[in-house]
């Protein structure tokens, strides 16, 4: 099946530094989505992106499907960014039916 | 507002029993699913369902059952729980564009 992988695994930032998470999967997709995970352990959706560029609020996420990697930028980091991020991917084809695999995800530690 | 909820949140059973959580969506979406989270896994399909009287088996479903008699509800049943078992437990539902939202989780411990 596909690889998705994540990385870094693990993250600490001091409040107001920027970030970049990296989501690389070995397969052609048609369906991605990054979540954050909150200490609660609520997923939360951030983004649904199979390609492009999208940007709400802080954050950013572009999508370079031809070159299997998606991108998520945090700017200005805040202490409620912490967490646990997870890139899911849905596989391109007619058997994947809307099942997404789920990478291992970064654990991001933001400091006051 | 439209949402995806689960029950309990928590729960504590023995060895053998068994157990049912319960998912319910209001969007009237097709496509749900449940996963389970452990450390060193991430999450892990369990089983899904593209409509009513349709399920399928994800990757782990040994030792779960589901069922969708309506459009609005998929429970999860563990036949007999096991410790391996002891995990948290979340349900999702999948819009017409692709999009899935996650319940709030079920947190199952089995002793």
């Known amino acids: 099946g596909i690889q998705v992988e994540q990385s870094p695994p693990d993250l600490i930032l001091q409040e107001g530094a920027n970030s970049t998470l990296r989501c690389n999967f070995s397969d052609s997709v048609n369906n991605l989505q990054w979540f954050h995970q909150n200490p609660w352990g609520q997923l939360i959706n951030l983004f649904y992106i199979p390609s492009g560029t999208k940007q709400n609020g802080r954050l950013s996420a572009t999508t370079v499907a031809t070159e299997r990697y998606s991108l998520l930028y945090i700017s200005s980091s805040q202490t409620t960014d912490s967490g646990v991020y997870f890139c899911?991917?849905?596989?391109?084809?007619?058997?994947?039916?809307?099942?997404?695999?789920f990478g291992q995800g970064t654990i991001l530690t933001v400091h006051p | 507002d439209a949402e995806i909820t689960q029950s309990p949140r928590h729960k504590i059973t023995e060895t053998g029993r068994q157990v049912t959580l319960a998912c319910h969506q209001t969007?009237?979406?097709?496509?749900m699913f449940w996963y389970r989270q452990d450390l060193g896994h991430g999450l892990r399909l369990i089983h899904y369902s593209y409509g009513v009287q349709d399920t399928n088996k994800g990757e782990v479903s040994d030792g779960y059952s589901v069922s969708r008699s309506n459009t609005e509800d998929l429970p999860l049943t563990l036949e007999s729980a096991a410790s391996s078992q002891t995990s948290v437990y979340f349900c999702?539902?999948?819009?017409?564009?692709?999009?899935?939202?996650f319940g709030q989780g079920t947190r199952l411990t089995v002793v």
């Open positions: 999702a539902s999948r819009n017409f564009q692709g999009i899935a939202f």
């Open positions: 969007w009237n979406h097709n496509n």
């Open positions: 899911a991917v849905v596989v391109a084809g007619g058997t994947s039916y809307g099942k997404l695999t």
